[in-house]
C-alpha cells in the first residue's frame, strides 16, 4: 500500500511492515520516533549483517522470549537482497513484530518496493529531499510556536545550511531557541556562529575548500581537526551533497556562460561570503568531472564501510588527490 509521507495518522492505524525509502533521512527518522512512541524494545541491523547470517536471525526473532512485549526491529541500508526474508516474516503471521526497512531511492522495478505498494497489509512511503520552501515553512512553524522573531534573511540562512534536511534544521533551530531563552539578541553573526560549531564547521570548509583545489586551506583544516573514524561517512555524506550542488550551479554556468548571473540566480541561494569559493568550485568542475567525482564519492562511501578504522586516511588520501590541480 502507497502511503504519502505526510499521512502520519493512517501509518500509525497499521503496525505490520513499513519501508522508507528516498533521500529524505531526516523526514524517515522524524516518523520513526513518530511510531516508536509506545515501543519499548527496539533492534536495528543492517541488511548487510542479516544476508550473512540471515537464519541466526529469523531463529532470533521467532524467539519466544523476545516476543514478551511489542518489538520493533529497525533494516538499515536495505536494497532488493533482503526481499526473500520478509517473505518469509510474512509467512510467520507475527502479530507482535514491525519490522521498518529504510533504503535509500528505488527503481519502480524494484522487488522490494513492488510488493511493498501492492500488498495491503504493508506500508510504503517515499522520502524526497525537502526544498527550500518546505523547510522555510517548517523553520516558521517551528519560530512561531516559540515565540521567537527572525527576519527573512537569517531564515534563509539558517535553511542553506541544512543541506536538505530537515532533521539539520530542527537541530540548528534548537539551538537559537536555548540562545534566545536567556534574552540574547538574534542577529545574523550571531546566528551565524550558532548554526557553525566547530565540528561541523570544520568538515564543511574541508569539502568546500577541496572542492575550490585550495591544497593547503585543506591541510591546515586536516591538522586542525582531529577527526574520528566515525565521522568519516559524515565527511563523505557533507562531500556528496556538497557536489550535488556544484553539479546543478556547473550546469547552470555551462548554459549561461555568466558565473554571476549563475551565483545570483542559485536556489538555494549563495550566502554573501560563500560566493567567491563557490565561483572557484564552479569554474574547477565542469558537469562531466563533477559526475565524475559524484561517481567515485559513492566508491568511496564502499571503501570506508569495509574499513571503518582506516576512514581518516582514505578521506584524506581521497581529499589531497581530488585538490591536486592535475585531478
Known amino acids: 500500500m502507497i502511503v504519502k509521507s505526510l499521512e502520519i495518522n493512517k501509518i500509525k492505524e497499521i503496525k505490520n511492515f513499513f519501508l522508507f525509502y528516498g533521500k529524505n533521512e531526516g523526514h524517515k527518522n522524524q516518523v520513526i520516533r513518530f511510531l ?37 526491529i529497525i533494516i538499515k541500508r536495505a536494497s532488493d537482497k533482503i526481499f526473500p526474508l520478509i517473505e518469509k516474516l510474512d509467512e510467520k503471521k507475527l502479530e507482535d513484530l514491525t519490522v521498518i526497512i529504510m533504503a535509500d531511492m528505488l527503481e519502480k522495478k524494484s522487488k522490494l518496493r513492488s510488493f511493498f505498494e501492492k500488498h495491503k497489509k504493508f506500508i510504503s512511503v517515499a522520502y524526497y529531499p525537502d526544498n527550500d520552501q518546505i523547510l522555510s515553512k517548517l523553520a ?16 534563509n540562512l539558517i535553511v542553506n545550511k541544512c543541506n536538505g ?38 568538515i564543511s570548509s574541508l569539502v568546500d575548500n577541496c572542492l575550490a583545489k585550495n591544497r593547503k586551506k585543506i591541510i591546515n583544516i586536516l591538522n586542525e581537526n582531529n577527526f574520528s573514524s566515525e565521522e568519516g561517512i559524515k565527511i563523505t555524506r557533507t562531500f556528496l551533497n556538497k557536489s550535488k550542488r556544484v553539479l546543478l550551479l556547473s550546469e547552470n554556468f555551462k548554459e549561461n556562460k555568466n558565473i554571476d548571473l549563475t551565483i545570483a540566480t542559485a536556489r538555494p541561494p549563495v550566502f554573501w561570503k560563500d ?16 559526475k565524475q567525482l559524484i561517481y567515485r564519492l559513492g566508491e568511496l562511501e ?19 588527490d581530488q585538490s591536486s590541480t592535475k585531478s
Not at 530537515?166 to 550558532?194: D, V, W
Not at 568550485?281 to 568531472?289: A, E
Not at 570506508?304 to 582514505?314: A, C, D, E, G, R
Open 302 to 320: 564502499l571503501q570506508i564501510k569495509k574499513n571503518v578504522n582506516k576512514s581518516i586516511i582514505l578521506i584524506t588520501d581521497f581529499l589531497l
Open 140 to 155: 516558521l512553524n517551528f519560530l512561531r510556536e516559540n515565540k521567537i522573531q527572525l527576519s527573512t534573511l537569517n531564515i
Open 275 to 290: 560566493k567567491e569559493i563557490t565561483k572557484q568550485q564552479i569554474l574547477n568542475w565542469p558537469p562531466y568531472k563533477i
Open 165 to 202: 534536511d530537515r532533521e539539520n534544521l530542527f537541530n540548528e533551530l534548537k539551538k537559537i531557541e536555548n540562545y534566545s531563552l536567556g534574552g540574547k539578541k538574534l542577529n545574523e553573526e550571531n546566528i551565524s556562529k550558532l548554526i557553525n560549531l566547530s565540528e561541523n564547521h570544520g
Open 36 to 72: 516508536l512512541k509506545e515501543s519499548e524494545e527496539i533492534f536495528k541491523y543492517d541488511e548487510k549483517d542479516i544476508i550473512e547470517n540471515s537464519n541466526k536471525f529469523v531463529e532470533d526473532i521467532l524467539t519466544k522470549s523476545l516476543f514478551e512485549q511489542k518489538k520493533i
